[in-house]
């Protein structure tokens, strides 16, 4: 599918606070690769697609992991993690995305994972930091971005995971072996 194709279809399945939301991510994604050295292309097209179907229905969301083979203890988490996985799935079977990069990029764009890669840490970032976020600690994620990928996103999940804490939620395990595997790097 064509890059302005793929653009209207997506954007067609959102509202516009999370279209604009989504063109944040790719310009900022852009730039972090070109600042750290992923490629651009692969950032922007795995940004293009990484919330494609966040406000899909939950029970469909649902229903692409159970019936697809993904996952399921994601079932037993927070919904929020879903559309990550499920997206991932639909970037392939529905947009044609067949490089494997760009759909852990995508898949992983939530919670992270152990030993994430280059690209997964650039849209994982830029989700997080986009221009339109605005929540207690973004300013510090986005200085941090400005020296260190892994230190930015170590005050990410930090943020994360303090919240689901105060909200007495269930915690995915992939984000704290993400953070673990990130501070890992660091030492
Ligand atoms: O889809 P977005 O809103 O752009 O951002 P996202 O895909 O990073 O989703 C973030 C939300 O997911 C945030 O409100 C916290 C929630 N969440 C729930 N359980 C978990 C989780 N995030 C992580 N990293 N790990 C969890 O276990
Ligand atoms: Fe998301
Ligand atoms: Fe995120
Ligand atoms: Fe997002």
């Given at each position: 599918m064509k890059r302005e194709e793929m653009i209207e279809s997506v954007r067609s399945q959102m509202p516009e606070k999370r279209w604009n939301h989504t063109l944040g991510v790719m310009e900022t994604a852009v730039r972090l690769a070109e600042r750290y050295g992923a490629d651009p292309a692969k950032a922007e097209l795995a940004s293009i697609l990484h919330d494609v179907c966040k406000y899909w229905r939950v029970d469909e969301q649902a229903r692409i992991i159970r019936e697809n083979g993904l996952p399921q203890d994601l079932l037993e988490y927070d919904k929020e993690l879903w559309h990550a996985h499920a997206g991932a799935w639909i970037a392939r079977?529905?947009?044609?995305?067949?490089?494997e990069e760009v759909l852990d990029a995508i898949r992983y764009h939530t919670s992270g994972r152990v030993r994430m890669t280059l690209l997964d840490k650039v849209v994982c970032l830029a989700d997080y930091m986009e221009p339109g976020r605005d929540f207690p600690g973004v300013h510090n994620i986005r200085q941090n971005a400005e020296h260190s990928l892994e230190k930015a996103l170590i005050t990410g999940f930090d943020g994360t995971i303090r919240f689901l804490l105060d909200k007495g939620k269930r915690i995915y395990p992939l984000t704290f072996e993400a953070r673990n595997g990130l501070i890992r790097e660091l030492e």
């Open positions: 079977e529905q947009y044609g995305v067949s490089d």
